[in-house]
């Protein structure tokens, strides 16, 4: 079967490093995804990994070991505005994404 | 419209009456799909089409129907409202060059 595992819910300081991190076992792979939602919004595209290594793209960084299976997503110098869920989601053999159920991350001052 | 359009917003809709959520996008995006997000379960797809005229049953589709007589527009229809189908819908699109989904903003349906 498909499965992509994420952790249900992460807490972080203000200002610190937070890693997401998200497993997964899919029919085929076309690129994994991150997402982020803020809560009752819909969720929106951060970053696109379909080779090994690390993406950066800001404060934001996501990594890929196909060979693993496994991603992980880097949030630095965190800011309230951070707390939200992030959704890991893996794009298969028919191209249609796999979703991981979310890790909520809550930012503490 | 620039991306994608959900209406309505929200709805409360009695059970057992007949409901049609609308989603119309801009971008020329081959691919739609309809998800329903429920607490501690993610994103669950009930329908999909790959391209105008073709649509698919993802992982829930019971309950609920769609069509795609052209490429804008997917609504997902509910034939007989059931409490069960209370959820937040979200209709997406995707171009499938680049595989990456672009979201509306969702359809808030709580059927009493």
């Known amino acids: 079967g498909q499965n992509i595992d994420q952790p249900t819910e992460m807490t972080a300081t203000e200002g610190a490093i937070v890693q997401i991190n998200c497993t997964y076992q899919?029919?085929?792979?076309?690129?994994l995804f991150w997402y982020q939602q803020h809560a009752g919004e819909a969720p929106t595209f951060l970053s696109y990994n379909v080779l090994d290594g690390l993406e950066e793209k800001g404060r934001f960084s996501s990594f890929l070991s196909r060979s693993k299976g496994y991603s992980y997503l880097l949030l630095k110098e965190l800011q309230m505005k951070d707390s939200a869920s992030y959704l890991c989601a893996v794009s298969d053999s028919n191209y249609q994404l796999i979703w991981g159920a979310g890790t909520k991350l809550i930012i503490k001052p | 419209i620039a991306g994608i359009t959900q209406a309505p917003t929200s709805q409360i809709l009695a059970a057992g009456r007949r409901m049609t959520l609308r989603c119309t996008q801009d971008?020329?995006?081959?691919?739609m799909y309809w998800y329903r997000q429920d607490l501690g379960l993610g994103l669950r797809l009930i329908h999909y089409?790959?391209?105008?005229?073709?649509?698919g049953k993802g992982e829930v589709p019971d309950g609920y129907s769609v069509s795609r007589a052209n490429t804008d527009d997917f609504p997902l229809t509910l034939a007989s409202a059931v409490p069960s189908q209370t959820s937040v819908y979200f209709c997406?699109?995707?171009?499938?060059?680049?595989?990456?989904?672009?979201f509306g903003s969702g359809t808030r349906l709580t059927v009493v």
């Open positions: 899919t029919s085929g792979f076309n690129g």
């Open positions: 971008m020329r995006h081959n691919a």
């Open positions: 089409s790959n391209t105008a005229g073709t649509t």
């Open positions: 997406a699109s995707s171009d499938s060059t680049s595989g990456g989904y672009t």
